[in-house]
């Protein structure tokens, strides 16, 4: 199906809006971001909080909308300095297939509904996914230019999406709830920085500081390496008993350890090789990493 404004203008498909729309939200990204909220609700589901369709979905379509909003005033924000760099030139803005002011109006339209369809599961998760769209728009984004610590920044609204799915399910921000953020808080900085140093060159035509010494250097590759450990410390703390409802078996425990070791392995890699295809490794490691030890958590508690 295709609509014609004009003789002068180009057609526009379906296909191509469609197109547009999973680009400026970075809908891949953002089915990863809502996944961890899947994830986050399944773990806070019990006895006491039963499952419930109707509240997945809503925390699937309303998750989609606010980390989508996100990225639309990412990019609009960043219109000229995504023009500079190869991986963002095509995006919709830049490349002119989008106005800012309808880029704008998308935004405000998923910030809305976003808000609004959190709301209706309950306040709290409404809050803390406003709280997500304001850092990460007008804290992290602006900083991305000025300072090392973005990336610092930009992980708070990051961890959000994971412990937002246990507070969709119980309407409770608990010691639960705050492990789940610790977790994905720390495995934020060896991914960015996994990022930061394969894509150095094309972040330093914008002037984006994404890596903590702002080089790609041993201070830098250790940093990767001590957080990696933060992490694998903190995807263990469900079965030390101390993390309230939240909990982890012995044996899933060993399997998310693994893990974690597996991880690491590629960061003392990136230290060592100190280059782009190693810490292109490590970013993929990361990925795997998160996704799977949240299959793990889930899995965990359903076998247990």
């Not at 019990?46 to 419930?52: L, N, T």
């Not at 980390?67 to 760099?85: H, T, Y």
């Not at 808080?185 to 060896?190: A, E, L, N, Y």
Request: charged share 15%.
């Amino acid at each position: 199906m295709k609509i014609i404004l004009n003789a002068s203008q180009n057609p526009i498909s379906i296909k191509s809006i469609f197109s547009d729309f999973t680009a400026i939200t970075k809908a891949r990204l953002a089915i990863s971001v809502v996944f961890s909220s899947v994830a986050g609700y399944l773990l806070g589901v019990s006895d006491e909080h039963a499952f419930s369709w109707a509240t997945l979905i809503l925390l699937t379509i309303g998750g989609y909308c606010m980390v989508g909003a996100s990225n639309v005033f990412n990019q609009i924000i960043e219109k000229d300095l995504d023009a500079l760099m190869d991986r963002t030139k095509n995006r919709p803005i830049p490349s002119g297939k989008m106005s800012v002011k309808n880029a704008f109006l998308l935004g405000s339209v998923l910030t809305i509904l976003g808000i609004g369809i959190l709301y209706s599961i309950n306040p709290k998760t409404a809050m803390f996914g406003a709280i997500s769209i304001f850092l990460y728009t007008s804290i992290y984004t602006p900083l991305k230019t000025i300072t090392p610590l973005a990336v610092f920044v930009g992980a708070f609204p990051g961890a959000i999406p994971f412990m937002l799915g246990w507070v969709a399910a119980t309407n409770d921000f608990g010691i639960e709830a705050g492990t789940l953020f610790l977790i994905q808080f720390f495995w934020q900085f060896p991914h960015f920085w996994a990022i930061g140093w394969f894509l150095f060159e094309d972040y330093e035509k914008a002037g984006f500081f994404m890596l903590p010494t702002g080089k790609r250097d041993k201070k830098t590759a250790l940093q990767t390496i001590l957080y990696t450990i933060w992490l694998i410390v903190a995807s263990l703390l469900p079965v030390t008993g101390f993390t309230g409802e939240l909990k982890l078996s012995i044996v899933s425990a060993v399997i998310v350890f693994l893990l974690g070791l597996w991880m690491l392995v590629y960061a003392v890699k990136l230290y060592n090789k100190m280059d782009g295809p190693a810490a292109k490794k490590l970013m993929l490691v990361s990925v795997s990493y998160i996704s799977l030890m949240q299959v793990i958590l889930v899995a965990d508690k359903f076998i247990r």
